[in-house]
């Protein structure tokens, strides 16, 4: 099967990319840095010559509402309109666990991401929509984002991180399965306070910074109720445990 990864240069369009053509598949690994732009177009009729299945992981560099929504619109609107162009067969985009709730409490980056959504869904096309939870390889970030005066400062809310690699084998099943014109959840097999994930990993870095739970903290610009970050009742747990994830990583908790 011809499958194009959009995004396929990222840290899961990589591990997706490496599967599928461990798996036999003539894979195209299409991005800014492959010479194709999803967003203006650059590149794209060519990348998708011969392609059975898209596969967009890409994200936008903008978290507010407004240059998310520039991006994920001009992008995905391509995307269909040369998919089909191309005879493109299934259409997968990756999404976040919670959109549809944030998108409805908060705006914000998630009101661009359930557009986004929203598009692909009515577009005629068969589709399947694949929600994750947070990566433990974004955790970090997450740290960087809540970080004033050397301090994090977190939501109380509960977090079920996901390893990069588990979404990548679990995106590959969706590229190689049947569309489900639908959304599938994916999550990690646990779930934790998100001001004690934090802290475990930073701990772990050796970086000094002091965590704290703060009920007035926002996540990316966003409250957060306690269950919104977690995935529905029907989601597909993946193995990877976060001490597991750690010991990949040359890391362990004590």
Known sequence: MRIAVIGGTGLIGTRLVARLAAEGHDVVSASRA?????????????????????????????????????????????????????????????????????????????????????????SGRRYTIVHGTQFFEFVRSIADAATRQNIVRLSQALIQPIAADDIAAAIATVATGSPVNGI?????????????????????????????????????????????????PDATLAPTRFSDWLELAGMRLN
């Open 34 to 122: 492959t010479g194709v732009n999803a967003y203006t177009g650059e590149g794209l009729a060519e990348a998708l010559t011969g392609v059975e299945t898209l596969v967009d992981v890409s994200n936008s560099g903008y978290l507010d509402e407004r240059g998310a929504n520039d991006f994920f619109y001009g992008s995905t609107m391509n995307l269909l309109a040369y998919g089909d162009v191309a005879g493109v067969k299934h259409h997968i985009a990756l999404s976040v666990v919670g959109t549809d709730r944030l998108a409805r409490t908060e705006g914000g980056y998630f009101a661009a991401k359930a557009a986004q959504e929203r598009l692909i869904s009515r």
């Open 184 to 232: 599938v959840e994916f999550a990690g097999p646990e779930v934790f306070r998100l001001e004690a994930l934090v802290q475990n990993d930073l701990r772990l870095r050796g970086d000094p910074r002091e965590v704290r739970a703060d009920p007035l903290a926002t996540y990316f610009g966003t409250e957060l109720d306690e269950r919104e970050l977690l995935p529905g």
